[in-house]
């Protein structure tokens, strides 16, 4: 099965609050990311969190990590449309040489 | 910073051509990786390099792949012969040996017909 999991799709109002979620089944994993992929566009790096962290927050972005259950998510506050998006978990293993193992992606679809 | 970069942004060719996607990493990064996006199987990775040697290449999915990295700011992944089922965003990355961020191309569309 699949190392990383999201849900396929998410709608949110403008200016709610987004959560997108992440499960993840390797417990070595060290660092965990999100990217956002706009159509047409290369993958860009929002955020990331080392393992031994629980909560990162930058801006509108709050990552939190929950190593027991394995479970990664993305909470955007505030959402506009421009945050219409595929958002991408990813993470990376201890021994891997850093490569980075991605989700299939969640379509976030903001609705005026 | 210009940021990965990546040429041709849009490759349409026939069965049986030969193709070439090029790339250029971030300036001082050292390790480039290369990934192929479909809808069925989402974001492979195909091949790295580290310090324009080929680490991993496992996920290159057959002989008709190869990628080589001849210096430090530029690689290349060429397919010969093109098969319909190659067609995909093909993107490249970069990251320096040690850091965790790693930023990608806008990536090349390619349509094998």
């Known amino acids: 099965g699949e190392d990383v999991e999201q849900s396929l799709f998410l709608s949110v109002r403008e200016g709610d609050s987004s959560v997108i979620n992440c499960t993840y089944t390797d417990s070595s994993s060290t660092y965990l990311y999100w990217y956002k992929q706009e159509p047409g566009a290369g993958l860009q790096l929002l955020t990331y969190i080392f393992s031994n962290m629980d909560m990162k927050q930058d801006q509108r972005l709050t990552v939190l990590l929950n190593k027991k259950d394995k479970h990664l998510s993305l909470r955007i506050a505030d959402t506009q449309t421009g945050d219409s998006a595929i958002y991408f978990c990813a993470e990376i293993l201890t021994g891997s040489a850093r490569q980075l193992t991605f989700g299939s992606g969640t379509q976030l679809t903001v609705l005026p | 910073d210009a940021g990965v970069i990546q040429s041709p942004r849009h490759e349409v060719t026939e069965m049986g051509q030969e193709v070439t996607l090029r790339c250029k990493p971030i300036s001082g990064h050292n390790s480039l990786f290369w990934y192929r996006q479909t809808m069925m199987r989402g974001l492979e990775l195909l091949i790295y390099?580290?310090?324009?040697?080929?680490?991993?290449d496992s996920g290159m999915p057959e002989d008709r792949f190869s990628a080589k990295m001849p210096n430090a700011s530029f690689s290349t992944l060429k397919i010969q012969p093109s098969e319909p089922r190659d067609s995909a965003v093909y993107f490249c990355a970069s990251r320096t040996e040690s850091s965790y961020e790693q930023y990608f191309g806008p990536g090349t569309r390619l349509t094998v017909t």
């Open positions: 390099f580290n310090n324009n040697v080929p680490i991993d």
